[in-house]
């Protein structure tokens, strides 16, 4: 179905285009689906607060924390994802957030009200082998 994949880069501004073609390629269920989204590329922190409505829906899934897959090293830390959950926990829509299992995630959770949802996977990325890891899908819902 997909011959290639999404991709965004700073320094050609190309994109845009790069997705708008790509979305020719769609499935016509998947195409009008995608006309009713919004993607951004920008600080996440920032898209949140500016697109969060009562209505919204925000799907977030950042760089996993202590997960070294070797393109997103040093990228996020437990700081980074403490002011995540913070914007998180103060948000009017709803929200979706995967990662991998964290205390401070656990602590939020329970704090407001949150369902974490395991999920096992096999996880397979850039210089690693195939191996089973449990992800979490923390939701407001």
């Known amino acids: 179905m997909f011959s290639s994949s999404f991709s965004y880069t700073r320094t050609t501004g190309k994109g845009a285009a790069r997705v708008f ?17 919004t993607i951004e ?3 996440a922190l920032k898209v949140l607060s500016r697109f969060d409505t009562p209505t919204a829906f925000h799907f977030v899934d950042p760089p996993y924390v ?10 996020f830390n437990e700081d980074d994802l403490n002011r995540l959950l913070e914007v998180l926990s103060g ?3 709803k929200f979706m ?3 991998y ?7 939020y959770a329970g704090h407001f009200g949150w369902t974490i949802r395991p999920v096992q996977r096999t996880v397979t990325a850039s210089n690693t082998k195939r191996r089973k890891q449990e992800e979490w899908m923390i939701t407001n819902y």
């Open 21 to 37: 073609a790509a979305k020719k390629r769609f499935l016509p269920e998947l195409r009008d689906l995608l006309e009713k989204c």
């Open 41 to 43: 590329q920008d600080d």
């Open 66 to 75: 202590g997960s070294d897959m070797g393109h997103y090293t040093g990228m």
């Open 91 to 93: 948000i009017k829509g």
């Open 97 to 99: 957030l995967t990662m």
């Open 101 to 107: 299992p964290h205390d401070l995630i656990r602590e």
